[in-house]
C-alpha cells in the first residue's frame, strides 16, 4: 500500500512541479507546432506566432511516455543539456538509501521532457528591460495561484542540507550570484486534484499524507552580460545574432518527484527586420524515472487507474483540468511561453 500511496502522491506532484516558472495565461500570441524551433528561419516567423517543439515524437526518446532519458539527452544533445542543466556538470545524483537496514549509494536515474520556442517581438534588444521580469512583485501578479516569499542562500535546502547535496552548484551558492532572486513557492492543487488527494489519503493506512500544496525553491536571474556565453548561446539558439539578454531560471529544490527545472529566456536582434528582437525560450525538467515507470499499483484500483503518474504528467488524464498547472507540462509549457511572449511585448 505505501508504494501506491507514493505512486498517487507522484501523480499528483507532476502537474505541479514547474509552477515557480508560470506566468499567466495569454490569448494574443497563437502557438504553431514545428519539428524544431530553433531552425525555423527568421524570416519564415509569423507576426505574434510562437514556433514551439517539444520532440515527443523524436526517436530517441521512450515510445511509451515521450520523454528523454537523461543519459541519452547528455550523449545526443550535449550543448542543450549542458545549458538546461542547474549547472553545465550536472549528472544523475547518487543519493544514499537505507533499506532492511542497510544503507547504500543509489543513482537516481532520470527522464527530461523539453521545450523550445521562438517568436518575435515588435521591440530592439534595447527597449527589453529583463530585471523587470525578475522581480517578487511580477511573480506574484502574473501568477497569483503561486505565492512567493524571498529567502536567503543560507535557506536554499542545497546549500545547507546534506540530504540535498547533489544539487549544489559546485562553482556558487545558489542565490548568491548578483541581482540573484531566490524564492520559496507554494502552490495549491486545483480542479481535481485536490479531491484525489483526499482520496488518496483516505485510502492510506499509515505513512506519509499528502499535502493539498507543493513547495519548491529557485533562484530566478538576469544574467549578466560578462557571463553571457555568446558563442554557445548562439549556437543553442542556431541563430547568428549577437545575445543581448538572457532570463535564467534555476529549480534547484523540489520536496519529490522531480530533480531540477530550468528556464532560459535568449534574447537576440533580428537579423531579418531591423528594429525587433527574437527570443527563444527553453525549459528542461527532470523527472526521476522509476516513478514514470510503474503502474501496475494504479491499475489495481479502480478509481486511482487515472493517477497513473506518466499520465497525469503529459496531460492525458481526467485528473487534468483547464490551461494551467493542473493540465499537464505539454499544454503547461505551451501557455506559459505564450504568456511570456505577451509580456514582452507589452
Known amino acids: 500500500m505505501e508504494v501506491m500511496m507514493s505512486m498517487v502522491r507522484t501523480g499528483l506532484v507532476l502537474v505541479a512541479v514547474a509552477a515557480p516558472m508560470g506566468v499567466s495565461l495569454a490569448q494574443d500570441f497563437r502557438v504553431e507546432e514545428v519539428p524544431s524551433a530553433t531552425s525555423v528561419p527568421i524570416e519564415r516567423l509569423k507576426d505574434r506566432t510562437i514556433a514551439f517543439s517539444d520532440h515527443r515524437q523524436d526517436s530517441v526518446n521512450d515510445s511509451g511516455n515521450g520523454l528523454m532519458k537523461f543519459e541519452d539527452w547528455a550523449r545526443a544533445k550535449a550543448l542543450e543539456k549542458r545549458f538546461l542543466s542547474p549547472f553545465p556538470e550536472y549528472k544523475e545524483p547518487t543519493i544514499q538509501v537505507t533499506v532492511h537496514g542497510l544503507t547504500k549509494?543509489?543513482?537516481?536515474?532520470?527522464?527530461?521532457?523539453?521545450?523550445?520556442?521562438?517568436?518575435?517581438?515588435?521591440?530592439?534588444p534595447g527597449?527589453?528591460?529583463?530585471?523587470?521580469?525578475?522581480?517578487?512583485?511580477?511573480?506574484?501578479?502574473?501568477?497569483?495561484?503561486?505565492?512567493?516569499?524571498?529567502?536567503?542562500?543560507?535557506?536554499?535546502?542545497?546549500?545547507?542540507?546534506?540530504?540535498?547535496?547533489?544539487?549544489?552548484?559546485?562553482?556558487?551558492?545558489?542565490?548568491e550570484a548578483p541581482q540573484a532572486l531566490c524564492i520559496e513557492s507554494r502552490y495549491h492543487l486545483e480542479g481535481k486534484l485536490p479531491a484525489g488527494v483526499r482520496l488518496a489519503n483516505k485510502l492510506e493506512d499509515d505513512g506519509k499524507k499528502i499535502s493539498e500544496y507543493m513547495e519548491f525553491q529557485s533562484e530566478l536571474r538576469v544574467v549578466p552580460l560578462e557571463e553571457i556565453n555568446q558563442a554557445g548561446l548562439m549556437q543553442l539558439t542556431e541563430l547568428n545574432a549577437p545575445i543581448?539578454?538572457?532570463?535564467?531560471?534555476?529549480?534547484f529544490d523540489v520536496n519529490q518527484v522531480m530533480q531540477f527545472g530550468k528556464l532560459l529566456a535568449v534574447l537576440q536582434e533580428s537579423p531579418a527586420a531591423k528594429g525587433k528582437t527574437v527570443a527563444t525560450v527553453l525549459m528542461a525538467f527532470g523527472v526521476e524515472s522509476d516513478v514514470l515507470e510503474r503502474k501496475r499499483e494504479f491499475e489495481n484500483v479502480p478509481v486511482l487507474r487515472n493517477l497513473i503518474p506518466v499520465q497525469v504528467l503529459m496531460g492525458k488524464s481526467s485528473f487534468n483540468t483547464g490551461n494551467s498547472i493542473s493540465a499537464g507540462l505539454p499544454d503547461y509549457t505551451r501557455n506559459r511561453i505564450r504568456a511570456i511572449a505577451e509580456l514582452l511585448q507589452k
Open 127 to 175: 527597449a527589453l528591460d529583463l530585471s523587470r521580469y525578475a522581480r517578487l512583485d511580477m511573480l506574484e501578479r502574473v501568477d497569483p495561484s503561486i505565492k512567493h516569499r524571498t529567502i536567503t542562500a543560507d535557506q536554499a535546502r542545497p546549500n545547507v542540507d546534506p540530504g540535498s547535496a547533489h544539487n549544489r552548484n559546485p562553482k556558487r551558492r545558489w542565490c
Open 105 to 124: 549509494p543509489y543513482t537516481e536515474k532520470l527522464h527530461v521532457y523539453v521545450v523550445e520556442a521562438r517568436f518575435q517581438i515588435d521591440k530592439p
Open 244 to 251: 543581448t539578454g538572457v532570463l535564467e531560471q534555476t529549480l
